[in-house]
């Protein structure tokens, strides 16, 4: 069993819905990540949020919103999507310090936009 | 240059076979190496990390070549199960970003 936790594992919304991917670990890490990935493609980082901070954002566009309520959680808020971000959305987490470690997947939540 | 590159395959090969990869990484600065497996429509999942000294788990070895800046899988009498995509994946010290290549397709046949 993975030990982050994705919901919902299947999302279907239109253009003008706004929905939430949510993400929950209790590992204790402090890095968490949110990586999109398409069909036959390697995952593709959007943001990184560290000790609960916004680090890295890779210029996603603005229908893309990232939230880190605390420690544990970790949300990416959606809203007046295109057909074209229909994708495996990845949670993910890590260490932070000098040796990262591995990172741990979310089992995914997989979006499609009509 | 991309960070971190590999051959995308797909590897076809029969069971009982050793197949290899190779995945090289651009930046010197890279600190730590890992393979992760994708199966299909699921997420990846760590296979090994990748130390200096090289590693052994069963019938997977990773081995690091720091000179030559690359990283390589092998794998011993393929199963039908070893089918999968296989990332390299490379972070360096004290910084939070994951580099992926682009994955490398295997298919191992009856």
């Known amino acids: 069993d993975t030990e982050v936790t994705q919901t919902p594992k299947h999302l279907v919304m239109g253009m003008t819905n706004k929905k939430s991917l949510k993400c929950e670990q209790h590992?204790?890490?402090?890095?968490m990540y949110w990586y999109k990935q398409k069909a036959k493609k390697p995952p593709e980082l959007m943001f990184v949020y560290s000790y609960e901070k916004l680090s890295i954002n890779e210029s996603v566009p603005s229908r893309f919103s990232p939230e880190c309520p605390n420690s544990s959680l970790l949300n990416l808020h959606l809203h007046a999507l295109q057909p074209e971000d229909s994708a495996l959305y990845l949670c993910?987490?890590?260490?932070?310090?000098?040796?990262?470690?591995?990172?741990?997947f979310g089992e995914g939540s997989r979006l499609t936009v009509l | 240059r991309k960070e971190v590159e590999q051959d995308p395959g797909p590897f076809n090969v029969p069971e009982g076979a050793t197949v290899a990869f190779n995945c090289t990484y651009s930046n010197s600065a890279s600190q730590s190496f890992f393979w992760y497996r994708q199966d299909c429509r699921k997420e990846p999942k760590l296979l090994m990390s990748v130390y200096s000294s090289g590693n052994e788990d069963g019938r997977f070895t990773a081995q690091l070549n720091r000179a030559s800046q690359y990283i390589s899988l092998l794998i011993r009498d393929s199963k039908l199960s070893d089918s999968a995509t296989y990332l390299c994946v490379v972070t360096r010290y004290n910084f939070n970003k994951f580099y992926f290549g682009s994955g490398t397709k295997l298919n191992v046949k009856p």
């Open positions: 590992m204790g890490h402090r890095a």
């Open positions: 993910a987490s890590s260490q932070l310090g000098l040796n990262t470690g591995e990172l741990f």
